[in-house]
């Protein structure tokens, strides 16, 4: 599939889908020195060619807001207290007018976790946080991650159109998701 980013949102942070993790699995927030395990698990998503970029994203991104990432950075971690999924309830600037918003970010569970039910649980962890902090939210993904984008739309994300190259978009996402999307 061709890859095109994508950006969606959600207009308020009200009745947010609730789902509770599998037998095994807990969710618990960032601490010192999870950024290896950030970096680790987003790299196993191919965000990043190896560890090492993806820490220095981390430190660049994140690095003067580790306070922060300790109330908005949700891990999963496995029955043996493995992180294996992350996603940060974070913010940001969508439209460029100095509006802040929430924003989902930096969502990953790493390969041989996936299709696990691990997804909606983590999403639901962060959007809890989101609805703490903000009224509404939004997120950027690619029409590559359609099966995430697909719960996205379950979540009441909606698209934002804002490039001649959304519709593209939306319309190769219609048709692999066999679901009208676009009003």
């Known amino acids: 599939m061709k890859r095109i980013p994508v950006k969606m949102v959600r207009k308020d942070l009200l009745d947010i889908p609730q789902y509770s993790l599998p ?3 807990r969710i618990r927030l960032f601490e ?6 950030w970096a680790r698990v987003e790299t196993s998503v191919d965000e990043f060619k190896n560890e090492q970029t993806a820490l220095e994203h ?3 991104e994140f690095g003067p807001h580790l306070d922060e990432m300790s109330r908005r ?3 999963i971690e496995n029955e043996n207290g493995e992180v294996i999924g992350t996603t940060t309830a974070w913010y940001g600037d969508l ?3 100095g509006e802040v918003s929430g924003r989902i970010h930096w969502v990953g569970i790493v390969p041989e976790y996936q299709g696990k039910k691990l997804s909606k649980p983590l999403l639901s962890a962060a959007m809890n946080i989101l609805a703490n902090n903000h009224s ?5 993904s690619q029409t590559t991650s359609y099966q995430a984008i697909n719960m996205y739309l379950n979540y009441r994300f909606e ?3 804002t490039e001649p190259s959304c519709h593209e978009a939306w319309s190769l996402l219609e048709d692999i998701l066999n679901r009208k999307i676009l009003k």
């Not at 010192?32 to 395990?37: C, F, L, R």
């Not at 509404?136 to 950027?140: A, D, G, P, S, V």
């Open 23 to 25: 037998a095994g699995f």
């Open 58 to 60: 981390f430190n660049k």
């Open 159 to 161: 698209p934002l159109l």
């Open 73 to 75: 950075c949700v891990f």
């Open 136 to 140: 509404k939210c939004y997120l950027t």
């Open 95 to 97: 439209h460029g007018d």
């Open 32 to 37: 010192k020195g999870d950024e290896h395990s």
